[in-house]
């Protein structure tokens, strides 16, 4: 049945910027902080007040615009979308309605090594409301510490065409935020929101059908749920002859389902109406040139360079990008390695991808955190290379080395671990070895190969493992096959 139709999705994702103060007003924007301890006469839409534009806001979205191709507005106004809540004191949040200031930009995202760009329709500015609490025993209390925090919605084309498609921008799109600073992109905070427009429509035809819009979407894993339950569901009504009708709905995260909330306002309910209190905002090419300059490369650009000048694997490049920290730091320890190979390179990404995010995740640290400088990590790569160190040792040594914050070499050279590549050294073992195990050679000559291992293994003990370990293995073949 589900391939009878083509699925159409569009999403509506809420970012509150890391303005230090509100969009409007000079209350902190701190999270955590005890309800209702950032308000001001503008937060609380107190007679008199007047809201005041925070730059920032400014700077960010369009931060945000340049970042995703988007063209960006010069004369800017704002609007009053009209509503009646408790969380939203002035009777009305100031958004953008007509004019967002970033428009017409894309995302390009990779799903299985493909490669689609997904249209950013709009990004405009606006203001968060505040917080009912329902869910204690007492009546519904409110807190106003989010209301006016400043907001972008950033909003798609209807060119999404699966679950995993929207799974695959709203993780591209989130390390656009993390990567510009913007945001911090936390979820579980209420940073990032995304509402999920879904429809259906028969392959083949170009008409799309009414859409759903999912909300109450609280991960990205649950967005991708949200879209496989609506897909489904208009599907079998349509199927049993049903008609879907557009709507709210609301993501039900215990019974992975989503359930009717209300039917869809339009923009007339809102009675939208241009923002007095505000003067126009009028943006200079100079403040573009300026923001412009200062973004870094993208996520999946540097991704491709990465892959290109390092000759990398796609797949490390991709993990690397993951964190901008952590692709500053790659780069870095590759920029101080005195060996420059591809080489030298994959190590510096294998023990980045193995030893560093292992301790990254088992102490919960961030990567300017870490233990271990790029100095350091290029000297055990150097060590490696060279010969001058096993991997072994290099796994050994590498506690004394987060512990003692003691470079690499220094260690090497004081405890004496500097790899044997004595030729001579390792022959006149392998010989004795040979001499002195007649019966293990008699079953190395009828194919038993662990004899090999086993020899190696030997020498490597006698070394305390500073053997160099493909000389011994070449070395002990020598002797077991003369
Ligand atoms: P509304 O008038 O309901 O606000 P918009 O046209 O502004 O709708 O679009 C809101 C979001 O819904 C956008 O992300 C858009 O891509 C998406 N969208 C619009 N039409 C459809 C559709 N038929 N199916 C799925 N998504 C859609
Ligand atoms: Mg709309």
Redesign the pocket.
């Known amino acids: 049945m589900r391939n009878k139709y083509t699925c ?5 994702v809420h970012t509150q910027l890391l303005t230090e103060s509100k969009a409007f007003s000079f209350s902190s924007t701190n999270f955590g902080d005890n309800p209702n301890h950032n308000t001001d006469p503008v937060t609380l839409g107190l007679p008199g007040s007047l809201p005041v534009l925070n730059k920032k806001l400014v700077e960010y979205a369009i931060k945000v615009g340049l970042a995703t191709n988007c063209k960006i507005r010069e004369i800017n106004r704002f609007d009053r979308k009209n509503y009646f809540y408790p969380d939203m004191p002035k009777g009305y949040q100031i958004s953008q309605h007509e004019g967002p200031i970033c428009y017409d930009g894309n995302v390009e995202i990779e799903l299985e090594g493909e490669r689609k760009q997904i249209g950013i ?1 709009r990004i405009h500015m606006e203001e968060d409301s505040g917080k009912s609490i329902h869910d204690l025993d007492i009546d519904t209390l409110l807190d106003f510490n989010r209301a006016g925090v400043a907001l972008i919605e950033i ?5 999404i065409r699966s679950s995993a498609e929207a799974y695959q921008f709203l993780t591209q799109l989130k390390q656009i935020l993390l990567y510009t600073g913007v945001s911090s992109g936390n979820m579980e905070e209420g940073a990032l929101r995304c ?1 999920a ?3 259906v ?1 028969p392959v083949g035809t170009e008409v ?4 759903s ?1 999912v909300k109450n979407l609280n991960s990205f894993r649950n967005v991708e749920k949200a879209i496989e339950y609506e897909i489904n569901r208009q599907i079998e009504l349509i199927e049993s002859g049903g008609k879907v009708i ?1 709507e709210t709905r609301m993501w039900d995260g215990g019974k992975n389902i989503t359930v009717a909330m209300r039917t ?1 306002e ?2 007339r309910d809102y009675r939208y109406f241009p923002e007095a209190d505000l003067p126009m905002l009028k943006i200079s090419q100079d403040m573009i040139d300026g923001i412009k300059a200062e973004l870094p490369e993208m996520p999946l650009e540097r991704k491709y360079r990465l892959q290109n000048d390092y000759d990398i694997p796609l797949y490390d490049a991709g993990i690397i990008v993951e964190d901008i920290d952590l692709a500053n730091y790659f780069e870095k320890t590759c920029s101080l390695l005195e060996e420059k190979s591809p080489k030298s390179y994959k190590l510096v990404s294998n023990w980045i991808m193995t030893e560093l995010l292992r301790i990254k995740s088992e102490q919960d640290l961030a990567i300017i955190d870490l233990p271990l400088s790029e100095e350091f990590l290029a000297e055990i790569v150097d060590l490696l290379i060279s010969e001058k160190i096993s991997n072994q040792i290099a796994k050994d040594i590498f506690p004394i080395i987060l512990d003692e914050k003691k470079s690499p070499k220094l260690i090497v050279n004081e405890k004496g671990l500097v790899q044997v590549n004595d030729t001579d050294l390792i022959e006149s073992m392998a010989k004795k070895l040979v001499d002195d195990n007649p019966e293990e050679v008699e079953r190395y000559k009828q194919g038993k190969d662990r004899v090999h291992g086993f020899f190696v293994g030997q020498i490597m003990k006698e070394s305390k493992g500073k053997a160099n370990p493909k000389l011994v293995s070449e070395i002990v073949k020598k002797y077991l096959d003369a």
């Open positions: 159409v999705i569009g999403l509506e329709t909003v798609t084309e209807p060119v509402d427009n879904v429809s429509m799309f059908g009414t859409k819009e557009q869809k339009t923009a």
